[in-house]
Nanobody
Framework: VQLQASGGGLVQAGGSLRLSCAASGSIFSFDVMGWYRQSPGKQRELVARIVSGGGSNYADSVKGRFTISSDNAKNTVYLQMNSLRPDDTGVYYC?????????WGQGTQVTVSS
């Protein structure tokens, strides 16, 4: 399984970015797909996840600003990030879970300037 994350970059506070996570195979095979981030000096934390069947969960800090979605035909999961804040800065990792196995993408840097 390979997960290819893309879409990061430098953006001013209040701006938007869309991250993409392209899987090497069908995303139907995963129980959960999601995005985690690691900010400087902090542990990796869950940002948003989508479970098979369509449910989703978000970190409290991003609720109302970020939206996770999937395109099964493209085997891709997206993270639309709006109203970005400097504390959203970090490396964003795509993750996928199949039963007890975890798979990680390579990470994409998001930097939000004030």
């Amino acid at each position: 399984v390979q997960l290819q994350a893309s879409g990061g970059g430098l953006v001013q506070a209040g701006g938007s970015l869309r991250l993409s996570c392209a899987a090497s195979g069908s995303i139907f095979s995963f129980d959960v797909m999601g995005w985690y981030r690691q900010s400087p000096g902090k542990q990796r934390e869950l940002v948003a996840r989508i479970v098979s069947g369509g449910g989703s969960n978000y970190a409290d800090s991003v609720k109302g600003r970020f939206t996770i979605s999937s395109d099964n035909a493209k085997n891709t999961v997206y993270l639309q990030m709006n109203s970005l804040r400097p504390d959203d800065t970090g490396v964003y990792y795509c993750a996928a879970v199949r039963t007890v196995s975890w798979y990680w993408g390579q990470g994409t840097q998001v930097t939000v300037s004030s």
